[in-house]
């Protein structure tokens, strides 16, 4: 099924975000209301969610919209990639997340790949900054317009621990990938991440 919806929808959440955000008129402040409830009740038709639940979302996003940025981290060692198994929903993917406020792109994934593998890690380069809504990645719906940036890092101590997110960390060859966490991570990524290593003259991947 077409995406296409959900563009429409978080350009919406945009327009009544801005607008509430910088309108002070009464009556403007009402339809920028009004097309944030549109937007929520075509959110939660497309993805079988209560409307009242997409809009308490959507409120919660304050000041001029713009994309989340979410990072990645993809750590290799003895021709194998790192993965976790969130508890969530029992998938792997790599480690990483959302981005905090005064965090550069490249300590946040540092952290992220040591707060859900036990890994420390030093990051060696940019491999990929892809838009989530963008169809050719293939991820399931999601509230959110996300950026994703996925970095190569370099192994440099640590040990395999679990997390509060996350259940275990192992390595796995190409060919041995499990089941993945599509919302956080696709095969298609993956695999473009093997060929980086393979080849570390590419260019930084984008869109």
Known sequence: MSLEWLEWVQKLQAIAQNGLTYSNNPYDVERYEQVQLIA???MAKYTNTEPS???DLFSLEKGYATPKVDVRGA???DQK???VREREDDCWTLP????????????AVEREIYEESGYKTQVIKLVAVYDRNHHRHGHPPFVHHVYKL?????LIGGAA???IETEEAEFFGEQ????????????SQISRLFEHYRNPNLQTDFD
């Open 176 to 187: 041995e990938i499990p089941e993945l966490s599509l919302t956080r991570v696709v095969p």
């Open 75 to 77: 750590v290799f060692r």
């Open 150 to 154: 996925f970095f190569q890092c370099k």
């Open 96 to 107: 990483g997340g959302w981005v905090d406020i005064g965090e550069s792109p490249s300590s």
């Open 161 to 163: 621990t679990a997390s």
């Open 40 to 42: 929520s009740e075509i």
């Open 81 to 83: 990639i790192l993965l």
């Open 53 to 55: 639940y997409v809009l």
